[in-house]
């Protein structure tokens, strides 16, 4: 199986169109195109989820003018995506057709396939208790790393080929959900990753 993006290049850039984040403010946040095809024989619906596999781990160091996050700082994952439930017959997601925007707060119904639900990201967890930005936060939100992080962060996008056609989820799940949910039944998986910062030291990277 193979995914793949008309929105950015394999280990490229992801344009600021498809980030919450931007220098001086907010980006697009609109989702990136995805397609995919050679799905294995008795697929019966995908699951899908967007990782940052360089979120630093201490988070009060994120933001602070006066202290930049080491490369080798430990690092972690955040969440900007989890869905499930994607119909068999579907083989891609168009540009912002999940999400076209920022929406403080989060979104409540964030569009997608017929038929597939949309899960909580980790944006739900970074807003709580912010009187302006706190909120439940289903679908896709994009990239915002740190500022002040000197490494560069890579968002994987990755799709799971299952065999049944219902993940047994509760209403509000998390990609940890989908992740036990899925096992024993996933059939195939394929990622694709593009990378993105906000440090001025990577803007050329």
């Known amino acids: 199986m193979r995914i793949h993006?008309?929105?950015?290049?394999?280990?490229?850039?992801i344009p600021a169109e498809y980030a919450l984040g931007a220098p001086g403010g907010f980006g697009g946040n609109r989702n990136p195109q995805l397609a995919w095809d050679d799905v294995p024989a008795g697929a019966r619906s995908f699951a899908l989820l967007c990782i940052d596999a360089d979120a630093p781990t201490d988070p009060s160091l994120a933001g602070r003018d006066d202290v930049e996050i080491p490369v080798a700082h430990p690092r972690g994952e955040f969440i900007h995506w989890a869905m499930a439930d994607i119909p068999a017959d579907v083989r891609g997601i168009a540009a912002g057709s999940c999400s076209d925007?920022?929406?403080?707060?989060?979104?409540?119904?964030?569009?997608?396939?017929a038929g597939a639900r949309q899960g909580l990201n980790d944006y739900t967890g970074w807003f709580a208790?912010?009187?302006?930005?706190?909120?439940?936060?289903?679908?896709?939100?994009?990239?915002y790393p740190p500022p002040n992080d000197l490494r560069m962060h890579r968002y994987f996008f990755r799709?799971?080929?299952?065999?049944?056609?219902?993940?047994?989820?509760?209403e509000r799940f998390t990609a940890g959900d989908v992740f036990r949910a899925m096992h024993g039944h996933v059939l195939a998986e394929a990622a694709v990753h593009g990378n993105y910062s906000l440090h001025p030291d990577n803007a050329a990277a």
């Not at 993006?5 to 850039?13: K, Q, T």
């Not at 208790?129 to 990239?143: I, K, N, R, T």
């Not at 799709?159 to 509760?170: E, Y």
């Open 5 to 13: 993006s008309s929105s950015f290049d394999s280990n490229g850039p």
């Open 101 to 113: 925007g920022v929406d403080k707060g989060g979104k409540r119904a964030p569009g997608g396939p």
């Open 129 to 143: 208790g912010d009187a302006e930005l706190g909120g439940d936060y289903f679908g896709y939100d994009g990239p």
């Open 159 to 170: 799709l799971f080929a299952l065999d049944v056609d219902r993940l047994d989820l509760p």
